[in-house]
């Protein structure tokens, strides 16, 4: 049963406005979430991450958001440019591993 | 470049042939990890080394093997090779497992049974 879910496949967004990927999970017992990037015929990259005792963590143009109660996170991008198209995957741990989504591909137009 | 090297970065094999995917990384990890990726399945572990001479069984071990030689080298063994196990492959390492600094992971070895 997937404990992590990226229930949106693909993402589409003009060049400069924001990008905002989701990401949901089941097990209240995760502490830590984390964000890659993948581009094709490449291994993820690691991109941005949150603890769990924080709501929100900004780096530059990344900003991970994190709603216990909901069990959701997302991440947004702004402003979006064409080099962020690429796979997200977002990442789960309770400490032993990581639990992946199953990716959002992002394509940002010029 | 410092990081992790996956060998080979393509394979086909024919169902029933055995290999071994190569993991090896030089940033002095204690922590590597084999994830397979599959289409709308995301990443999922197969096996984990914690440290060396330690593996442990992730989401999905079965059809495989591993064996951390040492603290720098983790490799994979497909003893006989099945249509299901068509995936692409990626190695990674962390510090130590626990680590919130996230993995490092290589860049795949695409595998095809036929």
Same mark, same amino acid.
């Given at each position: 049963?997937?404990?992590?879910?990226?229930?949106?496949?693909?993402?589409?967004?003009?060049?400069?406005?924001?990008?905002?990927?989701?990401?949901?999970?089941?097990?209240?017992?995760?502490?830590?979430?984390?964000?890659?990037?993948?581009?094709?015929?490449?291994?993820?990259?690691?991109?941005?991450?949150?603890?769990?005792?924080?709501?929100?963590?900004?780096?530059?143009?990344?900003?991970?958001?994190?709603?216990?109660?909901?069990?959701?996170?997302?991440?947004?991008?702004?402003?979006?440019?064409?080099?962020?198209?690429?796979?997200?995957?977002?990442?789960?741990?309770?400490?032993?591993?990581?639990?992946?989504?199953?990716?959002?591909?992002?394509?940002?137009?010029? | 470049?410092?990081?992790?090297?996956?060998? *080979?970065?393509?394979?086909?094999?024919?169902?029933?042939?055995?290999?071994?995917? &190569?993991?090896? &990384?030089?940033?002095?990890?204690?922590?590597?990890?084999?994830?397979?990726?599959?289409? +709308?399945?995301?990443?999922?572990?197969?096996?984990?080394?914690?440290?060396?001479?330690?593996?442990?069984?992730?989401?999905? *071990?079965? +059809?495989?093997?591993?064996?951390?030689?040492?603290?720098?080298?983790?490799?994979?063994?497909?003893?006989?090779?099945?249509?299901? &196990?068509?995936?692409?492959?990626?190695?990674?390492?962390?510090?130590?497992? +626990?680590?919130?600094?996230?993995?490092?992971? +290589?860049?795949?070895?695409?595998?095809?049974?036929?």
């Amino acid at each position: 049963d997937q404990q992590v879910k990226q229930n949106s496949p693909s993402l589409s967004v003009q060049e400069g406005r924001i990008s905002i990927l989701n990401c949901d999970y089941t097990n209240s017992m995760f502490d830590y979430f984390l964000w890659y990037k993948k581009y094709p015929a490449e291994g993820p990259t690691f991109l941005i991450s949150i603890s769990s005792i924080k709501d929100k963590n900004e780096d530059g143009r990344f900003t991970v958001f994190l709603n216990k109660s909901a069990k959701h996170l997302s991440l947004h991008i702004v402003p979006s440019q064409p080099g962020d198209s690429a796979v997200y995957f977002c990442a789960a741990s309770t400490g032993n591993q990581f639990y992946f989504g199953t990716g959002t591909s992002l394509t940002v137009i010029p | 470049n410092a990081g992790v090297t996956q060998t *080979p970065k393509f394979q086909v094999l024919k169902t029933g042939q055995s290999m071994t995917l &190569q993991c090896a &990384q030089d940033m002095n990890h204690n922590s590597m990890y084999w994830y397979r990726q599959d289409p +709308g399945m995301g990443l999922r572990l197969i096996y984990y080394s914690a440290s060396e001479g330690t593996t442990d069984k992730g989401e999905v *071990p079965n +059809g495989y093997n591993v064996s951390r030689l040492n603290k720098r080298e983790f490799s994979l063994r497909l003893e006989s090779a099945a249509p299901s &196990q068509t995936s692409v492959y990626f190695c990674a390492s962390t510090l130590t497992v +626990g680590s919130n600094y996230g993995y490092t992971f +290589g860049s795949g070895t695409r595998l095809t049974v036929v």
